[in-house]
């Protein structure tokens, strides 16, 4: 009845890319790659069927990033849904579970990851994430991780001004 949303899950959410935006390609190649993967395999209705009538919860930190970058790299139709997605978000203080104290760092393990994971794992709730690289860091590290994985997507819309519609 409860999920935990992690920035990457949350950033897929608002994205130009996955409310209608995805008919472009951009100077930069990755956005280029996230809008034909989403003209082919949306990200939205998918995490709108896995969201549902679920409380969406997110952490103190998590809250806190996306908003800077929201502001930073948002556009205002980007700006506007998140402002609706926080709306929904119930917010819970940091707290990571025992596994996630003792997880050592590394290149693909970072604080504020663990932080994230953590409080869901705490909370004994799935987190939904696009962060991958993170999922298979720490399963190699023996944790036992509850996550619904989705294909990640930026915050575009400040970049069409500058791609070719298709």
Partial sequence: SRLNLDITAMIAYVSNLTNGGSN???QEKILSEQAEWE????VKPILDQIFGEKTLLC????LKDFKSIVECVGGPMEKERA??????LS???DAKSQQFQKVPLSGKIK?????????GDALHV?????NSGF???AEGQGLNLAVVLHESRALTEAKEDRAERL
């Fill in 91 to 93: 917010v819970v203080p």
């Fill in 39 to 42: 003209r082919e395999r949306p």
């Fill in 59 to 62: 952490c103190e930190s998590a």
């Fill in 111 to 119: 604080s504020r990851s663990c932080t994230i994971f953590g409080t």
């Fill in 135 to 137: 999922v298979r860091a």
């Fill in 126 to 130: 799935v987190t939904v994430t696009a």
């Fill in 83 to 88: 402002s609706e997605l926080i709306c929904r």
């Fill in 24 to 26: 472009f390609k951009f």
